[in-house]
């Protein structure tokens, strides 16, 4: 069924490879601007295409398979990728391993429950862990941008001068404080909103295990 919200939900499914192609691509910083640019693009389509399939009434089948796959997808790749420039930091490492569990778990529940899957419909808190995800992951590719930037600033530079400008005895003439700024500000605020996302995910996951007990259970 082919309709704009279908339409705007398939291309958040292939936008999420297309984070990770950014950095095959471009030099850094420009592939985590693109990266951030292309997830921000793609994580609002997340709201819209179910905001225009209500409003429409063009809920269908077909996209409500496809919205979860598309936000799982999203998130994995981008955790992967965040994991990899961040040079496996066990800040991020911990709680990007159990989103991605949760998400993988979750994933095995709806495909044994087949027919009764509807028992996992997404819930409010899903939403919200998922949001907290999207808004996490975006503040750190801009932290990665940010980190390129000032180890740019500083290549040739000796530990004196850097000193000096964070000792505003040497005028800041490459913007060196704002660049470091912005790389621990949002390295800061990216790392709380990723482990809120991990608490949402692991409690949403607890939740979808306990409803679906009853159906792996023996007879």
Same mark, same amino acid.
């Given at each position: ?5 279908? /339409? ?9 490879? %297309?984070?990770? /192609?950014?950095?095959?691509?471009? &030099? ?6 693109? &990266? ?18 209500? &409003? ?7 996209? *409500?398979?496809?919205?979860? /796959? ?7 790749? @981008?955790?992967?990728? /965040?994991? %990899? ?18 998400? *993988?778990?979750?994933?095995?529940? =709806? ?5 009764? @899957?509807?028992?996992?419909?997404? *819930? ?19 932290? %990665? @941008? ?18 000096? $400008? ?16 912005? @790389?621990?500000?949002?390295?800061? $605020?990216?790392? $709380? ?23 792996? =259970?023996?007879?």
């Amino acid at each position: 069924m082919w309709n704009i919200p279908n /339409i705007l939900t398939l291309m958040r499914l292939l936008a999420a490879p %297309g984070v990770a /192609i950014m950095f095959l691509y471009f &030099a850094r910083p420009w592939a985590d601007w693109f &990266a951030l640019i292309l997830f921000v693009v793609a994580a609002t389509t997340d709201w819209l295409d179910g905001h225009l399939a209500r &409003a429409w009434k063009q809920e269908s089948k077909f996209g *409500t398979m496809l919205d979860p /796959i598309a936000d799982k997808a999203m998130v994995v790749i @981008a955790l992967l990728v /965040i994991c %990899g420039f961040s040079g496996m930091n066990p800040w991020i490492l911990l709680p990007a391993t159990l989103i991605m569990f949760r998400e *993988t778990f979750v994933s095995g529940l =709806r495909e044994f429950l087949g027919d009764t @899957a509807g028992t996992l419909a997404v *819930t409010k808190l899903a939403k919200w862990k998922t949001a907290a995800q999207m808004t996490a992951i975006a503040v750190l590719f801009s932290t %990665g @941008a940010f980190e390129t930037y000032y180890n740019m600033s500083i290549e040739g530079m000796d530990a004196a001068t850097v000193d000096g $400008i964070f000792a505003d005895e040497i005028p800041d003439e490459v913007g060196l404080v704002w660049k470091w700024s912005g @790389a621990f500000y949002s390295w800061w $605020i990216g790392i $709380i909103l990723l482990w809120a996302a991990m608490l949402l995910t692991v409690i949403s996951g607890v939740d979808y295990l306990r409803k679906a007990m009853p159906f792996l =259970r023996e007879k």
